[in-house]
């Protein structure tokens, strides 16, 4: 059976959290609107795997920690940390990111996007060069 806890960072308070978690056990993550779902697949005394439900796979180790972008704009909004190991549960904290930087710094672009972007201005300068170089051999001098 599959044990849900949810953890609001849009209503709550505080901007820290620390909760045991078993194998198996899912964690919503939310941030207004936002929801991000993590599933804990695996746990270990060394390390723990997870699965965002983006399908996202992290792998974070004991005393060690990974952000997380909950509402996908570009900027990490939680830190997900490994504490400790106790009978087949971890130890968890999740910190709740102040990002300063969001009204400062543009958001992201995806690369993919501005690459297929970047190729198809190239072919159109292209075709443009093209079809000049012909209207001058083509030109008729009197």
């Known amino acids: 059976m599959t044990n849900v806890n949810a953890l609001d960072f849009d209503t709550s308070e505080d901007t820290y959290t620390s ?3 078993e194998n198996n056990e899912i964690i919503k993550l939310r941030d207004g609107i936002f929801e991000r779902d993590l599933n804990f697949l695996r746990i270990t005394n060394e390390n723990i795997l997870l699965k965002e439900d983006d399908g996202n796979v992290l792998l ?3 005393n060690k920690n990974k952000q997380i972008d909950i509402n996908d704009d570009g900027f990490n909004d ?3 940390s490994y504490n400790s190991f106790d009978n087949g549960r971890a130890e968890i904290g999740l910190k709740k990111l102040e990002n300063i930087n969001k009204i400062k710094e543009p958001i992201k672009e995806n690369n993919k996007i501005k690459k297929i972007t970047y ?3 190239g072919f159109i300068l292209f075709l443009i060069a093209i079809y000049i170089i012909k209207k001058i051999k083509n ?3 009197y």
């Open 78 to 80: 939680v830190e997900l």
């Open 60 to 62: 974070i180790e004991i």
């Open 19 to 21: 909760n045991f978690v």
């Open 119 to 121: 190729w198809i201005l």
């Open 139 to 141: 030109r008729k001098y």
